[in-house]
């Protein structure tokens, strides 16, 4: 063997055991890897709220309309759905879960 191939064999050699390594303490995401999250709607005296379930604990109650004065129920069920979603995708990407007048409004829940 060659002074070249060896020192071609033994660069392979290192790189393969460089990707053995970053294997083992990287491993590849998988779907396991993420955390469940949910939106729940319940019904209150008077109307609906919702609840945010993360990894199977709940994370916010919700039983009143946020964002506006008072201490309003959702109209509906799916009015409590609709919001539930919104503040689920806010969580789900790192943004802060509160909800505005305008947003509200936006949904038809105001």
Known sequence: MTKRNMIITGGVVVLLTLAAVYRKYNPPSTSNDMVPIAVETFQVNGGWGYRI???????????????????????????????????????????????????LSRLGVI
């Open 53 to 103: 379930i993360i990894d199977r604990h709940p994370y916010i109650y919700q039983d009143i309309i946020p964002g506006i004065p008072g201490n309003h129920p959702f109209h509906s069920k799916e009015d409590a759905q609709r919001v539930g979603n919104v503040v689920m995708q806010k969580l789900m990407q790192d943004k802060n879960p509160g909800m505005s007048p305008e947003e």
